[in-house]
C-alpha cells in the first residue's frame, strides 16, 4: 500500500548539516497531501522518537524540543517527498532515522537510515 524509502545519511562533523530525504509510493500515495508524514530517529536499545511531524496538507509542524531551531521538515507535493534538514548537528543527534507515513490511521515505516555526528 504504501513504500518508503530514505536518502542521506552519512557521517558529518558536529556543527554540520545534513538533509534526508524520504520518497513515497504505492496506491495511497495518489493522494499524498492527505497524509500526515513523520521523521523519527532510535539509537541502540532506546526507544524509537518523534523528530518531526508535518500534517496532511501542511498545515502544521511540530518538532521534538531537542531539535527546535535546528530541524526543519519539508514537504513536496510534485515528488511525493519529505526531507529533513538537520543543522548545527550535535552528537546526540546520531541515530537511526526512519520515514514514517500515517495513512487512515496505519503506520508505515521506511527502512531507516544512519546519521553519525562526530568528529
Known amino acids: 500500500q504504501v513504500q518508503l524509502v530514505e536518502y542521506g545519511g552519512g557521517l558529518v562533523q558536529p556543527g554540520g548539516s545534513l538533509r534526508l530525504s524520504c520518497v513515497g509510493s504505492?496506491?495511497?500515495?495518489?493522494?499524498?497531501?492527505?497524509?500526515?508524514m513523520s521523521w523519527y530517529r532510535q539509537v541502540p536499545g532506546g526507544e524509537r522518537e518523534l523528530v518531526a511531524r508535518?500534517?496532511?496538507?501542511?498545515?502544521?509542524?511540530n518538532y521534538a524540543d531537542s531539535v527546535k531551531g535546528r530541524f526543519a521538515i519539508i514537504r513536496d507535493y510534485r515528488k511525493n517527498t519529505v526531507d529533513l534538514q538537520m543543522n548545527s548537528l550535535k552528537p546526540e543527534d546520531t541515530a537511526v532515522y526512519y520515514c514514517n507515513a500515517r495513512v487512515d490511521l496505519l503506520d508505515f515505516w521506511g527502512q531507516g537510515t544512519q546519521v553519525t555526528v562526530s568528529s
Open positions: 504505492g496506491v495511497a500515495f495518489s493522494r499524498y497531501p492527505t497524509i500526515s
Open positions: 508535518i500534517s496532511s496538507y501542511g498545515i502544521s509542524t
